[in-house]
Nanobody, 124 residues
Framework: QVQLRESGGGLVQAGVSLRLSCAAS????????MGWFRQAPGKEREFVAA????????HYRDSVKGRFTISRDNAKNTMYLQMNSLKPEDTAVYYC?????????????????WGQGTQVTVSS
């Protein structure tokens, strides 16, 4: 079993960058496919990005392609989400998630472990 904790959220202006981190504990992160999801006020939680165990394959939702980069450092048991050119519509609580698997997963119900979330607010 793995525990996840997000950090790095905050209040920023549109156009700037922010990097989120997801620290894993309890078991080595390299056993897990990991992903980022987000939930805006009044909306359903949605997939943002995912990365395979070794970090060689990534997948993004269309609206963040070219702006967000998911990465991981298994030696540090940490996953990252580099968010550039932030827009007000990126405002949400961002969650990291993990699943023991060897393939990318994009659905919420495919992930077994979740963090508590970190708030990202982008002002215009």
């Amino acid at each position: 079993q793995v525990q996840l904790r997000e950090s790095g959220g905050g209040l920023v202006q549109a156009g700037v960058s922010l990097r989120l981190s997801c620290a894993a504990s309890g078991r080595t992160a390299s056993s897990y496919v990991m992903g980022w999801f987000r939930q805006a006020p009044g909306k359903e939680r949605e997939f943002v990005a995912a990365i395979t165990r070794g970090g060689t394959i990534t997948h993004y939702r269309d609206s963040v392609k070219g702006r967000f980069t998911i990465s991981r450092d298994n030696a540090k048991n940490t996953m990252y989400l580099q968010m550039n050119s932030l827009k007000p519509e990126d405002t949400a609580v961002y969650y990291c998630a993990a699943r023991e698997s060897i393939v990318i997963h994009t659905r919420i119900d495919e992930y077994d472990y979740w963090g508590q979330g970190t708030q990202v607010t982008v002002s215009s």
